[in-house]
């Protein structure tokens, strides 16, 4: 079956410092990309979409100078958190589209920003 | 605007018995579908179900089915004969533009099971 892997599954981070969360599709080119956002206790929030070899789009409230997005083959999307604040502590998820199939998820990063 | 609404924040149920899941949405698109997510402690999601707003025929998946009413924009989710794996946050989510746009999601149902 479809596979995305998302890597690292956790990471601690300081104030201030950037940490990047990769997803890869490992079985099936993924055009479209998703990034999600959860708070603990609390849903998925959507916070970009990402497509290969164009610029993300970002939904409202969300900086798209501070988390970065890049989408630069059919089989990996990145997420980087910029200057990294403990406010940014949160788990985010990735979500490939593959074609009918539908959605594919990676399983999430924990960050922890101190 | 899309949005997806599930007003049981909890649920419990005896292991074997079956327990429904409520979800209503909104939206104004005619091609859209319809999914339950299962997200455990691991926090990885897992499709349970999905079903096409065009189809009449509610979906159905070993022990889980849907009840599907198109008209009430109701999208309720049924688990039969109910097991300790079960337990889960269950998400309901919609996406409109086939299955090619973004997921909307719901808050969630914390799912318990009682041996």
């Known amino acids: 079956g479809a596979v995305v892997s998302q890597h690292p599954s956790w990471v601690i981070c300081k104030s201030g410092t950037s940490v990047k969360i990769e997803c890869r599709s490992l079985?099936?080119?993924?055009?479209?990309m998703f990034w999600y956002r959860q708070f603990p206790k609390q849903s998925l929030m959507l916070m970009a979409t990402?497509?290969?070899?164009?610029?993300?789009?970002?939904e409202q409230g969300v900086e798209k100078d501070k988390f970065l997005i890049n989408h630069a083959s059919l089989t990996l999307s990145t997420l980087t958190v910029t200057s990294a604040h403990p406010e940014d502590s949160s788990f985010y998820i990735c979500?490939?589209?593959?074609?009918?199939?539908?959605?594919?998820f990676g399983s999430g990063t924990r960050l922890t920003v101190v | 605007a899309q949005t997806v609404t599930q007003s049981q924040p909890e649920m419990s149920v005896q292991e074997a018995e079956t327990v429904t899941l409520s979800c209503t949405y909104d939206?104004?698109?005619?091609?859209?579908?319809l999914f339950w997510y299962k997200q455990p402690p691991s926090r990885q999601m897992i499709l349970v179900i999905r079903?096409?707003?065009?189809?009449?025929q509610n979906a159905t998946e070993n022990r889980f089915s849907v009840n599907f009413q198109k008209a009430a924009k109701s999208f309720s989710l049924k688990i039969s004969d109910s097991q300790l794996g079960d337990a889960a946050m269950y998400f309901c989510a919609l996406s409109i533009g086939g299955s090619q746009g973004n997921l909307i999601f719901g808050k969630g149902t914390k799912l318990s099971v009682k041996p």
């Open positions: 939206t104004s698109e005619s091609d859209y579908y």
């Open positions: 990402s497509n290969e070899g164009s610029k993300a789009t970002y």
């Open positions: 079985d099936f080119q993924a055009t479209t």
């Open positions: 979500s490939a589209i593959q074609g009918a199939r539908g959605y594919t």
């Open positions: 079903q096409e707003a065009y189809k009449q």
